[in-house]
């Protein structure tokens, strides 16, 4: 299918001394695009996952490369697909990217590791089939982070 998208403006309280994006904030913006991904992608908002059916998916394992500082005012699109779908676990990627002189500027590229957990015990469970059906449609490969797949926007 491709890239699930949603793009974020940098606020100040976003930025450290040296104006540009504090480092951990790509986290809570991958994170703000991982909440989007259930709602808007698929239909289901991510407080019911966890309140009513009771599943979780905390990140286990993460790599991230940052590329180019972002600044405040700056917008960052956050995409996200699928690159491999375990038993428990799903491997997610990331990119974001900016605008510079109206050129397409990669700021930072991640692999995400997420685990299926049951949110009474927090103990690891087999990913639920419709969540396995339901990811398989963002698969991407991994050809995506050169930039030749384009990030898909659901309707808000």
Known sequence: MGLFSATY????????????????????Y????????????????????LDVERLGFPTVHMEVDYL?????GDHVEISLGVQKIGKKSITWLYT????????????VEAKLVTVAINMDSFEGVELPL????????????????????KAIKPDA
């Open 9 to 28: 403006k940098i606020r100040f309280s976003d930025v450290d001394h040296a104006g540009i994006l504090y480092y951990p904030r790509f986290l809570h």
């Open 130 to 149: 419709k969540y396995h059906e339901a990811f398989q449609k963002w698969l991407v490969p991994d050809s995506h982070r050169t930039g030749l797949y």
């Open 68 to 72: 180019k500082p972002l600044r405040f």
């Open 96 to 107: 974001g990217d900016t605008s510079r002189e109206n050129k397409k500027v990669r700021c």
């Open 30 to 49: 991958f994170h703000c695009c991982f909440e989007d991904f259930f709602e808007r992608g698929l239909g289901i908002p991510y407080n019911h996952l």
